[in-house]
Nanobody, 119 residues
């Protein structure tokens, strides 16, 4: 089991920045991909950014150049630095842990944190 707790959401104006944090605890998995997803009202949940246990990162086209995903050295906390925020970034942001357990990949989710960007 993996527990994920997000923090750092809030209300900001367009052009401002926010940093989201995701603290992980529980079982340790050597192979995992940590990611941030978001879901806006009436829309499907989408991948925003991810980082693998090897350090490879991946970003949605809509956030490239504005958002940056990182993790601490122990790999227990994952961050999403969001710069130049736009109203269309408004959504609930979820932390995800995609872990390899034996031969199966399992997903764990945080409770979500609201990000609202006003114009």
């Amino acid at each position: 089991q993996v527990q994920l707790v997000e923090s750092g959401g809030g209300l900001v104006q367009a052009g401002e920045s926010l940093r989201l944090s995701c603290a992980t605890s529980g079982s340790i998995f050597s192979r995992k991909i940590m990611g941030w997803y978001r879901q806006a009202p009436g829309k499907q949940r989408e991948l925003v950014a991810s980082v693998s246990s090897g350090g490879s990162t991946n970003y949605a086209d809509s956030v490239k150049g504005r958002f940056s995903i990182s993790r601490d050295n122990a790999g227990n906390t994952v961050y999403l630095q969001m710069n130049l925020l736009k109203p269309e970034d408004t959504a609930v942001y979820y932390c995800n842990a995609h872990v390899l357990s034996g031969v199966m990949w399992i997903d764990y989710w945080g409770q979500g944190t609201q990000v609202t960007v006003s114009s």
